[in-house]
């Protein structure tokens, strides 16, 4: 069945205790590179919502009391379904959010490895033994489920990051339902293909608005969320979670730097720099998006990253190219005037900053290269989201880190240099959560994925990513029933000696 047919299926609907169920057609999804309509999405009401929320509860109940191996074979089979489903989910991606089917086709395989690795992780511990307090007794902590977790996923790597989410919620004992976001929802909707062998209710999409996720995160029985957006959505979640000190994991936006040094490779760096800028569009979180770059090596960077991004094919995602559309028209009217008041700024445009002449329809950008960029600049200051790369040119690494520090954000940062002291400054100083040496934008399963200051709180990945969605509980237990002499009343042994007033 081609992804077409599977939107005709799944169109309108939401994904409620193991069933597509049909709901009120409310926003339409357009393909945002032929503008073709591909369906429409459900808006649930409240008892829909209450509803789901009813079921995940109950389902969360029965899955939290199965035993950690079972619970680690049915999260290794939603692996083998995902892997299976991959050439599937990957067409609807590229048809729905536009990215090329190479880059689409790639996030179901790794949205498994993530199912993986949860699976087996739940099954390593529970809990700990502390040494006793009291001798003869047992101590411990254990480690529980948080109850039914809220997942709001972008639109950027819809699968992938729901996994990132689901595979560490579910493996801790969790139910969760998905707030997916209007771009994307019909390929997150085919994507439950993947779950249907699990307990009814235990994971559900709910499609809509932002009006739906606010009653998820606000509602008295959810336990915890997992956000990835925008920083103003990211703190309406934080404040809504903050009255009832709802757990909540937030991933927010992010402006990374990407420092070049002259001991690195150039021309592999240039390779490096345009696929840690020009990925899925420019739209991620850990994209490149200001190049601090050494003085002695600036213009030959400037010159391959433009000769890179000129030669770079744009078009649809399923025919053979590079990059494909911004994922919306509204992203693309967003972003062409953040490069229109850089230029007006100053900036010098060396490769593209406008539409490509060769595609009448969609929400089509040129990959963009800016140079005489400076470090007060908007561009530079925000996060584009979107395929441009603005160069600033510095004097020496201790500019470069100075500018790399001076943001709101701290995602990830980059460094290309062979001088080990040089690589190893960069790890120390640059305040961000991860930082890549040579090796742009890589991920692994086992290590925390997540940022600092206005970027969000809380890690993806890794065991951090799994102690997100759980709860410790201190137990300590004497094996026998004795009085104690530290109880009431108290023995006259310490009277006080001093002077009484």
Known sequence: ????????????????GGTFAKGVPSTVVVDPATEAVLGHLAEPDVRTIDAAVRLANDAQRGWWHMGASDRAEKLHQVGRKLRDLAALIG??????????????VWEPGAAANAFDYYAELAKHDCGRIAGPAVAGQLNMVLKEP????????????????LAWQAAA???????????????????????????????????????????VGRHLVGHHRTHGVAFTGTVANGQAVARSCAETFKPALIEASGNDPFIVMPSAPIETVIRGAAYAAFLNCGQVCTSAERFYVHHSVHDAFVAGLSQIAKRLRIGRGLDPVDMGPLAARRERDRYEPLIERAIQQGARVVAGGGRPSHLNRGWFVEPTVLADVTSDMEIVNNEPFGPVAPVVRVKNLDEAITLANRSRFGLGANIYTCDLKEAMRAVQEIDAGIVWVNTPLNDNDAVPFGGRKLSGIGRELGSEGIEQFRQSKMVMIAPEAHSSSEWFPYPDDTPFTGQKD
């Open 1 to 16: 069945m081609s992804a077409l047919e599977k939107f005709r299926a799944v169109t309108e609907c939401n994904y409620i």
């Open 91 to 104: 067409e609807s991606m590229s048809r729905e959010m536009g990215k090329p089917f190479r880059e689409a």
């Open 146 to 161: 948080l109850g039914v977790v809220i997942c709001i996923v972008p639109y950027n790597f819809p699968i992938l990051l």
């Open 169 to 211: 919620a579910l493996a801790a004992g969790n139910s969760v339902i998905i707030k997916p976001s209007d771009l994307t929802s019909l390929t997150t909707l085919i994507a439950m293909n993947a779950f249907d062998h699990l307990p009814s209710g235990l994971v559900q999409v709910l499609t809509g608005g932002s009006a």
